[in-house]
């Protein structure tokens, strides 16, 4: 049976997310590793220039755990994207808060996190994004599938967590630009 | 969005192949189909990539015949699927009245759009999903739309059919890693 990403059932979940400082606040000891990854994360100038000129609203719902190591490394990584597109909002609700929509996020068979939601204004779904992206990936299966197993063609990152903030600046610029271009959104906005 | 293996497995059942599905469409319809097909043979390197892959797929695309990203993504899928050898099961459905509710159950940004690629495992268990178009066709899409008001991070690819071959290369290379790596999967193949 599927539960279905409805817009009018998104909107009743959005308030019941929080926004970066109040997420950290749910757990100030696990926050401590969310926060040392924020410090590392930089924007490069083309990629500030890129998220400072977005002019559609985009609301991105992160179902993510505290405690989980793929968040702390994620998490960061969207909340600087939020800090540098006026258009996005971000917002993280737990995994297990009894408004998660992690039930209809399922990937292959598990519950994974992080699974992010990207939504038009009006809280229409339009991308998912999860569990791990494959710069990700690609660093994970070098690591776990051997150094005698490397990998054709992945040239695994000199800097793997600059790769993963690429994969995300490409998965929100895809996004931002299909709702710029939206017909029904451009006659909402008239441009 | 992602949907469950019970939604996804009837319509995968009645879905058609890569060769079946083109063959269904009107003569005029038809060649632009093949002329995508014969125009994203794999490169070397894109061959090594999919020769490392591991685990089998299931790949269920909903498309039109009509349209113009569907069958530049099909194409590509159908290469992708050609190179994996039995590991890529991949099958198309024609939106229309007998699929409007598969194409319901996943909207995006309100529109019943197409292509949207579901990425399986082997057991049905959807891993992710495609659509619509990919970043680099937004991106020109864009340029054409806004001219100099196209906020986009990268130059116009030299061969804008190939980039979505790599792109849609790219996120099953993601799902790869995704199902080569899941805890599950490694029990049930003991690797």
Known sequence: ?191 | MLLSKETLGPWFEQAASFQTFVAGADPGHQSVWAERFDRLELNDEQQAVVQRFERPMQVLCLTGRWCGDCALQGAALGRIALAAGELIDLRFLERGETTAELAVACMINAGMRVPVTFLMAQDGHPAACLGDRTLSRWRSMARKALGADANVSAPAPEDPVRAVLQEVLDEVERVQWLLRLSPRLRAMHGD
Not at chain 1, 23 to 32: C, F, I, M
Not at chain 1, 94 to 106: L, T
Not at chain 1, 129 to 142: E, K, P, S, V
């Open chain 1, 1 to 191: 049976m599927d539960v279905r990403l409805r817009s009018a059932d998104l909107a009743t979940i959005w308030p019941q997310a929080l926004a970066w400082p109040d997420y950290l606040a749910s757990d100030e000891d696990k926050a401590q590793a969310w926060t040392r990854t924020a410090e590392t994360i930089t924007l490069t100038t083309p990629q500030r220039a890129l998220l400072a000129g977005f002019t559609r609203q985009i609301r991105v719902l992160m179902v993510s755990g505290i405690w989980c190591g793929d968040c702390v490394r994620q998490g960061p990584i969207a909340q600087a994207i939020a800090e540098a597109a006026p258009g996005v909002e971000l917002r993280f609700i737990d995994r297990d808060h009894p408004a998660s929509p992690i039930g209809a996020m399922r990937i292959n068979d598990g519950e994974r996190v992080p699974v992010t939601l990207f939504m038009a204004e009006d809280f229409e779904p339009v991308q998912l994004l999860g569990d791990r992206t494959l710069q990700y990936y690609r660093h994970m299966a070098a690591q776990q599938i051997g150094a005698a197993c490397p990998v054709p063609g992945a040239g695994l990152p000199e800097d793997v967590q600059n790769g993963v903030i690429q994969d995300w600046i490409d998965a929100t610029e895809r996004v931002h630009l299909l709702l710029r271009l939206s017909n029904r959104l451009r006659q909402r906005h008239g441009d």
